[in-house]
């Protein structure tokens, strides 16, 4: 993945969210979630059906952002035979197909009232559904901010699961702020600065970001990934030690070209960092796109090409990235504190250079017998 260019989007430039700006802060009050311990938010508008199969009755719809009981999560009762993913999520209104609904939880905190002393700032973790976001320095330049309001209704928002850089605290009517900031070193954005309810993000400390396994010789740890099978191991040594769903790129035999595949082969993580906004502008193409808070990022390779957390979707098991490695965020979190380099939260970002390597990632295309 690269970024995008400020010139691709420049057109964006002219849809004027300044108003953005004038929204008072009484708005950004968090909602009221259900009380759920847990719940799911709809990734887009899908249909609710009877049963937990495509060929069931369809008794509703639910929207955007709607966020609901999560249940339990089941197999469907009739293999859909279009998809990989069997996977379906039963909740109060009904089933909804699990990759369009994401896991989340409603954990909101005590907010702090000042920056820790003597340092700039610090990363925080959206802990409820979302949170609504303000714009502290209008007009609003980021492509991902300007079509948030064009395409969805809503001002811009963050999510479950996002990691974020705060650099400001306030207190207005009694109520905490942050200051999220993706500037150079925090997540390379466009230079916007929002405000957010600060109860709605939790601070990340050194404990839970410290390294796992930091005894075992880092040249027996390599990631294994199955690009035909979905599949996304550890191993220390013969042993493995982590397993989960991947998303990787979509391959050919889904849209008619190899171009969002995942590279094949042995790569290494070299640079990580706790967040950092990703985008493409394929030209011409409608797969242009601009993420900003990617958690947990470990790229394994040049252009880009990179192991993070995904909160957009919920279809791991399936190919579904621009080539990247999809985890979800939690599991994203775990190998971006496993995998050499390590990284402490007080450094935000650890770059090598050749020939100085960190773990091994290898990717294989395999079908079993």
């Given at each position: 993945?690269?970024?995008?260019?400020?010139?691709?989007?420049?057109?964006?430039?002219?849809?004027?969210?300044?108003?953005?700006?004038?929204?008072?802060?009484?708005?950004?009050?968090?909602?009221?979630?259900?009380?759920?311990?847990?719940?799911?938010?709809?990734?887009?508008?899908?249909?609710?059906?009877?049963?937990?199969?495509?060929?069931?009755?369809?008794?509703?719809?639910?929207?955007?952002?709607?966020?609901?009981?999560?249940?339990?999560?089941?197999?469907?009762?009739?293999?859909?035979?279009?998809?990989?993913?069997?996977?379906?999520?039963?909740?109060?209104?009904?089933?909804?197909?699990?990759?369009?609904?994401?896991?989340?939880?409603?954990?909101?905190?005590?907010?702090?009232?000042?920056?820790?002393?003597?340092?700039?700032?610090?990363?925080?973790?959206?802990?409820?559904?979302?949170?609504?976001?303000?714009?502290?320095?209008?007009?609003?330049?980021?492509?991902?901010?300007?079509?948030?309001?064009?395409?969805?209704?809503?001002?811009?928002?963050?999510?479950?699961?996002?990691?974020?850089?705060?650099d400001q605290i306030k207190n207005e009517n009694g109520v905490i702020y942050y200051r999220f900031n993706e500037d150079f070193g925090h997540g390379y954005g466009y230079?916007?600065?929002?405000?957010?309810?600060?109860?709605?993000?939790k601070l990340i400390t050194e404990e839970e970001v410290a390294p796992i396994s930091p005894n075992v010789d880092p040249a027996l740890k390599r990631i294994a990934v199955?690009?035909?099978?979905?599949?996304?191991?550890?191993?220390?040594?013969?042993?493995?030690?982590?397993?989960?769903?991947?998303?990787?790129?979509?391959?050919?035999?889904?849209?008619?070209?190899?171009?969002?595949?995942?590279?094949?082969?042995?790569?290494?993580?070299?640079?990580?960092?706790?967040?950092?906004?990703?985008?493409?502008?394929?030209?011409?193409?409608?797969?242009?796109?601009?993420?900003?808070?990617?958690?947990?990022?470990?790229?394994?390779?040049?252009?880009?090409?990179?192991?993070?957390?995904?909160?957009?979707?919920?279809?791991?098991?399936?190919p579904r990235s621009h080539g990247c490695l999809n985890l979800t965020p939690q599991d994203a979190k775990w190998v971006w504190r496993w995998t050499t380099p390590h990284?402490?939260?007080?450094?935000?970002?650890?770059?090598?250079?050749?020939?100085?390597?960190?773990?091994?990632?290898?990717?294989?295309?395999?079908?079993?017998?």
């Amino acid at each position: 993945m690269t970024k995008l260019s400020r010139r691709d989007f420049l057109k964006l430039s002219g849809l004027g969210l300044g108003a953005l700006a004038l929204r008072p802060f009484d708005k950004l009050n968090l909602p009221q979630f259900p009380t759920a311990e847990r719940l799911g938010r709809i990734l887009f508008a899908t249909d609710v059906f009877s049963q937990p199969n495509i060929n069931a009755a369809v008794v509703g719809k639910l929207y955007e952002d709607t966020v609901v009981e999560w249940n339990r999560e089941t197999v469907a009762t009739v293999r859909n035979p279009n998809t990989f993913n069997q996977r379906w999520v039963e909740t109060p209104q009904g089933y909804v197909f699990s990759p369009n609904i994401q896991p989340v939880r409603n954990l909101p905190n005590t907010p702090l009232e000042a920056i820790p002393a003597g340092e700039p700032g610090f990363w925080a973790e959206v802990t409820v559904p979302y949170v609504d976001l303000l714009i502290a320095n209008p007009p609003v330049r980021a492509p991902w901010a300007q079509l948030f309001k064009q395409d969805r209704g809503v001002d811009p928002r963050l999510y479950y699961g996002q990691v974020v850089w705060i650099d400001q605290i306030k207190n207005e009517n009694g109520v905490i702020y942050y200051r999220f900031n993706e500037d150079f070193g925090h997540g390379y954005g466009y230079g916007d600065m929002f405000w957010v309810e600060g109860a709605a993000l939790k601070l990340i400390t050194e404990e839970e970001v410290a390294p796992i396994s930091p005894n075992v010789d880092p040249a027996l740890k390599r990631i294994a990934v199955n690009v035909n099978a979905q599949t996304f191991s550890c191993f220390e040594g013969s042993t493995e030690v982590f397993f989960c769903r991947v998303s990787t790129g979509l391959l050919n035999a889904q849209v008619g070209t190899d171009k969002y595949e995942t590279p094949l082969g042995d790569m290494y993580a070299w640079r990580k960092m706790p967040s950092i906004a990703m985008g493409a502008n394929a030209q011409g193409d409608a797969a242009g796109y601009d993420t900003p808070a990617v958690p947990w990022t470990t790229f394994i390779a040049t252009g880009g090409v990179a192991i993070h957390g995904a909160f957009w979707h919920n279809a791991f098991g399936t190919p579904r990235s621009h080539g990247c490695l999809n985890l979800t965020p939690q599991d994203a979190k775990w190998v971006w504190r496993w995998t050499t380099p390590h990284v402490s939260i007080k450094q935000s970002e650890v770059q090598l250079t050749w020939p100085e390597v960190g773990t091994k990632v290898t990717t294989t295309y395999r079908q079993f017998a």
